[in-house]
């Protein structure tokens, strides 16, 4: 590459061509009214996304610190962990603007980052962190090979029965399920078989389904650190 190439501004992305500054308000209209196209609704996420990264960190950011201070649940798991030699804190708790739709993730190098741009309030804050200081937990306690899906799959099990992500309020009125019997199992299984689908070792979602039903019996019944499921 030349000198002058390399001089370049790089191509704006599709979103900011679309929304040079943002959508606007009538661009949201014509979201909620299902004016847009599945790609330009995509396009409308990532650049609201953009123009509110800095907004969306702070709320979380905020949301992490009441948390480590103040949840029950998170401050237990950051005691298990550090028992386990384990350390999670505001250093490697990362707040930021995911592309990926998803509430965050884990990482044992780099510990965990919770989606800034994907957050509703705190609660979900303390759900995520909890899901994702549970994956901390079974790292250290049980060595898991996250690039095992079978590993994988027992860890999702684990994590959305045990984080509270599952209990019925959440499903109730966050996600429009209304079952109640088997309503956490069935709750519990559909968000495992989601995260193994998009494992870049599963081919797709009926090998997920597979996958999870393999492990499901020994996992779901593992509830460790805690002595019951906590909802």
Known sequence: MDDQNANKPPEPSPETRKYPNGP???????????????????????????????????RCEQHRAHLLKRSPVIRFMREKVAQLNGSIDESNIRCCRC??????????DAGIRICANEIINRKHVEDTLSHELIHAYDHLRFKVDFENLRHAACAEIRASSLSGECRFMQEFFTRGQFKVSQQHQECVRRRAVISVTSHHMCRDEAKAKKVVSEVWDSCFADTRPFDEIWR
């Open 24 to 58: 606007t308000w009538r661009d949201t209209f014509d979201l909620l009214a299902g004016k847009l196209s599945d790609d330009d609704q995509e396009a409308y996420r990532i650049a609201r996304d953009i123009k509110n990264e800095e907004r969306d960190i702070q």
């Open 99 to 108: 592309t990926r739709r998803a509430g965050g993730g884990f990482s044992p």
